[in-house]
């Protein structure tokens, strides 16, 4: 599912962007002008300003056939650990809670 | 054991070359997309006609069962398709199907060739279209059938499949047959659905049902052709087709299912609407079922050959398995026969996923036990159709080897659940581990089978794809503020006598449901009167018993 850029308004805080890798669907963050597997070593976006352009620039990038639908979703800091405020983003970044030997949660993904 | 072919349907000419070229046609949209040649927006409708969706972790492959039969072959493809493309394990859904959870979109094509190689495929398991036709699942074994409903649903499936003017209606459509007055197959809940019964004269036909559905507007099916005779049937089912692809509202995606349409147009109108485009459709002369078609498409589903002279009774081997017979094994045919129900549902599991291992092992149950053939029930379970009573314990046997021998086919661990949030896209809550919690609180079997025929169902969102509605006790995942709640409905019924459940009133956390639904059992065993059912007790108390209990410790 592709969410507006206006979407990033609906969030309040300090926020990430993420999306799917193109070829195996594989959640992705951001991380500088590219993306990385893990939660933890994505980019934070702390203003909206930022995170807007950070989704506009990856909306853009797009077309370079590498990922697909990008949006940005809001997370917070909980005892110096940046994790997801809904628990939508903290399954997408772990795996199903019903199966912790799958998803990134089970390879210890931290790049 | 070598490989049993069972009666069904087996592709011809052109199905065999109508799935190789679709197959081909997507290695090349897959391979275009890849290098760019096709944008995301313009490679998703082509994605979801083949039946890939982008999910919460993932791509999912959903592959047709069409009327959930599935031979011993196919079942060793799809153990091989979980093995080498994903990850182990497949999930059985609601509407008769599998779907895979992890398979990357480079290897699609590869699964897509390999499920055509087993006459499979995963064409119309998604989009604006008529879906995977359903039926019974124990059509052409059941003692209470009128007639083996596969042979429509296989009709059904040839006309529906890529008609041209049905590839893009105003929403989804689902159909279900079913040829047993006991409704196994949840007809009114579906778009359209198609009833086998009997005329005053004796003679069979259709009863033809119309508007039901789930999802945030439930409604119950109604009686849209009360007997069409099984020459008429495309043409009428085309007719009601043709009212709802051009009355159909297309501006709003939550009034565009065609339960919206009937009842705005009211039953009555809609009869009028679909009865004079039968007559237009008629007087062309085209769509008329020739015997001679039916006949040669029922010839496919042709009964096995049933051994004679075996012993009609069921051997003694133990309580446990005593207690499997009585809620696991069904009444057959053929004498000395019976039906098995295999439940994926041993408390604690995920409801309806198997393993490779799982499904290689039920494909040697089918060949040795079962002339081959296993059926997905839309309840999430496996159904060996015709087994010898006499194998029966060792059946039970094998299937205590694999942790699918749970004693509980209609009781209160036989739980739907959708994949919900743990997988899925626009779930707003889990819904598996709500399903595992109350399996696991009612794991005693002795106080399984004290409670009875009772039907949980939970979604993780308004979609309903987890049946809530339909649930004696039927149970809803929203999302407040980012925290996951669950509602109750009471009173639903997805059978003959089917009923929409009834909101309780606020949700409970997660950890609070369970033992909610606990209480609301509790006052079901103490108010309940002899031979009634969860649902009974419920339609005969109301609402207000059952509330006061539920909310009981949470006022405290």
């Known amino acids: 599912m592709v969410f507006p850029a206006s979407m990033a308004h609906q969030n309040h805080g300090s926020q990430m962007l993420t999306a799917n890798r193109l070829r195996d669907g594989d959640v992705l963050y951001r991380k500088g002008d590219g993306w990385v597997l893990a939660l933890a070593a994505g980019d934070v976006f702390a203003d909206p300003a930022s995170a807007d352009a950070a989704l506009a620039a990856a909306q853009a990038e797009t077309v370079?056939?590498?990922?697909?639908?990008?949006?940005?979703?809001?997370?917070?800091?909980?005892?110096?650990?940046?994790?997801?405020?809904k628990e939508r983003e903290i399954i997408r970044a772990a795996g199903p809670t019903v199966r912790t030997d799958l998803g990134k949660q089970a390879g210890m993904v931290n790049v | 054991m070598s490989e049993v072919?069972?009666?069904?349907?087996?592709?011809?000419?052109?199905?065999?070359?109508?799935?190789?070229?679709?197959?081909?046609?997507?290695?090349?949209?897959?391979?275009?997309?890849?290098?760019?040649e096709l944008t995301e927006d313009q490679f998703k409708p082509l994605r979801l006609m083949n039946g890939l969706y982008l999910q919460l972790h993932a791509y999912m492959l959903r592959v047709a069962v069409p009327y959930g039969t599935i031979s011993s072959k196919q079942m060793r493809m799809l153990a091989h398709i979980a093995r080498k493309y994903d990850k182990g394990y497949g999930h059985f859904t609601t509407r008769q199907n599998i779907q895979y959870n992890w398979p990357k979109l480079v290897d699609v094509p590869d699964i897509l060739s390999d499920l055509a190689s087993v006459e499979m495929h995963a064409i119309q398991t998604s989009g604006n279209c008529i879906r995977n036709v359903t039926a019974d699942h124990f059509a052409g074994a059941s003692a209470d059938e009128i007639e083996d409903p596969r042979p429509l649903a296989e009709i059904i499936r040839q006309w529906s499949s890529l008609h041209p003017e049905f590839?893009?209606?105003?929403?989804?459509?689902?159909?279900?047959?079913?040829?047993?007055?006991?409704?196994?197959?949840?007809?009114?809940?579906?778009?359209?659905?198609v009833e086998i019964v009997k005329n005053d004269a004796g003679r069979t036909g259709y009863k033809v049902l119309v508007g039901g559905g789930m999802g945030r507007t439930p409604y119950i099916a109604q009686v849209l052709g009360e007997f069409v005779e099984k020459e008429d049937i495309l043409a009428f089912l085309e007719a009601a087709m043709r009212v709802y692809n051009e009355q159909g509202r297309r501006d709003n995606i939550y009034k565009a299912r065609i339960k919206i349409l009937t009842n705005a147009l009211g039953i009555e109108e809609m009869r009028r609407q679909v009865q004079r485009e039968f007559a237009e459709i008629k007087q062309g002369g085209n769509l008329q079922l020739p015997q001679d078609e039916l006949d040669r498409i029922t010839a496919y589903f042709a009964p096995p050959n049933f051994d004679t002279g075996l012993p009609d009774a069921i051997p003694d081997a133990g309580k446990d398995?005593?207690?499997?017979?009585?809620?696991?094994?069904?009444a057959h045919r053929a004498p000395g026969y019976a039906i098995a129900t295999i439940t994926l549902k041993t408390p604690g599991q995920v409801p309806g996923d198997a393993t490779s291992a799982q499904m290689e092992t039920i494909a040697e149950l089918m060949d040795t036990y079962s002339v081959g053939e296993v059926r997905v029930t839309h309840e999430q379970n496996l159904v060996l159709p015709h087994v010898r009573k006499k194998d029966l314990p060792a059946i039970y046997a094998r299937l205590k080897e694999l942790d699918f021998a749970s004693a509980n086919a209609g009781l209160i661990t036989d739980i739907i659940a959708c994949p919900g949030l743990d997988y899925c896209d626009l779930a707003n809550a889990r819904s598996i581990p709500i399903a595992q919690r109350i399996a696991l609180k009612f794991a005693d079997l002795d106080r399984q089978h004290e409670?009875?025929?009772?039907?949980?169902?939970?979604?993780?969102?308004?979609?309903?794809?987890?049946?809530?509605?339909?649930?004696?006790?039927?149970?809803?995942?929203?999302?407040?503020?980012?925290?996951?709640?669950?509602?109750?409905?009471?009173?639903?019924?997805?059978?003959?006598?089917?009923?929409?459940?009834?909101?309780?009133?606020p949700g409970f956390t997660e950890h609070e449901?369970?033992?909610?639904?606990?209480?609301?059992?509790?006052?079901?065993?103490?108010?309940?009167?002899?031979?009634?059912?969860?649902?009974?007790?419920?339609?005969?108390?109301?609402?207000?018993?059952?509330?006061?209990?539920?909310?009981?410790?949470?006022?405290?």
């Open chain 1, 64 to 85: 370079r056939n590498e990922f697909v639908a990008p949006y940005l979703f809001e997370v917070r800091e909980v005892k110096g650990v940046i994790q997801p405020v």
């Open chain 2, 5 to 36: 072919a069972p009666n069904m349907y087996r592709y011809d000419e052109f199905d065999a070359r109508f799935v190789a070229e679709r197959t081909a046609q997507f290695k090349l949209q897959v391979e275009r997309r890849l290098k760019g």
């Open chain 2, 167 to 193: 590839v893009f209606l105003p929403r989804k459509f689902k159909i279900a047959v079913s040829g047993a007055p006991q409704d196994r197959a949840a007809l009114k809940y579906h778009d359209m659905a």
């Open chain 2, 321 to 330: 398995f005593a207690n499997w017979v009585k809620t696991n094994v069904h």
């Open chain 2, 451 to 505: 409670i009875g025929e009772l039907k949980i169902k939970i979604s993780g969102c308004i979609n309903a794809c987890g049946h809530h509605h339909a649930g004696h006790i039927g149970i809803l995942g929203v999302d407040k503020k980012g925290v996951e709640f669950y509602q109750l409905q009471l009173g639903g019924s997805g059978a003959e006598d089917a009923s929409i459940g009834e909101i309780m009133g």
């Open chain 2, 513 to 556: 449901i369970a033992d909610a639904v606990e209480r609301v059992v509790n006052v079901y065993i103490k108010t309940r009167q002899p031979g009634e059912r969860f649902l009974d007790t419920y339609r005969r108390l109301g609402m207000a018993p059952f509330k006061d209990a539920a909310y009981e410790k949470e006022a405290a």
